[in-house]
């Protein structure tokens, strides 16, 4: 039986993820008087999630709801650390440090009354000046977790 390796946004493990989107790609131009085009600059990376919260796993709500900043107290309190670094995401196969959660959806039905079924949406955050020489530790996180 394979090993379930749990995604992590920011300290909160998923261990029932259901999907991993990542979304990414370019603008594109077209170049004047040409039936050609032209590859301008990245889109912004989203990555949505899909996980179940089954029994104990429940209590985690509260801390996810902390991440997306759902109170406006929280949100004038941490919003300084975030200008820092955004909330890091990490799973098998991608590693994303710096994200922010726009979307946190939970959904509870008479199927799974034991469950909650989770949906998050997190958009890429732009770095500041200072925190841009982080920007490179993602990609040579992720290059070195294909060899893992």
């Given at each position: ?77 941490t919003a300084p650390l975030l200008s ?48 841009g020489l982080l920007g490179l530790a ?11």
């Amino acid at each position: 039986m394979a090993l379930n390796v749990p995604v992590l946004v920011g300290a909160v493990p998923l261990l029932m993820v259901q999907s991993y989107v990542v979304n990414e790609g370019y603008k594109s131009t077209s170049i004047a008087g040409s039936a050609l085009v032209q590859m301008v600059s990245p889109t912004t990376k989203t990555v949505t999630i899909e996980a179940f919260l089954v029994g104990a796993e429940r209590a985690l709500r509260p801390a996810l709801e902390v991440l997306a900043l759902t109170s406006r107290a929280l949100a004038s309190v941490t919003a300084p650390l975030l200008s820092v670094a955004g909330i890091p995401v990490i799973s098998k196969n991608f590693i994303h440090l710096d994200m922010q959660i726009t979307s946190l959806t939970f959904t509870q039905d008479n199927q799974n009354r034991e469950a909650l079924k989770v949906n998050i949406q997190l958009t890429n955050v732009p770095r500041p000046k200072l925190g841009g020489l982080l920007g490179l530790a993602d990609v040579a996180l992720g290059a070195g977790s294909a060899f893992l």
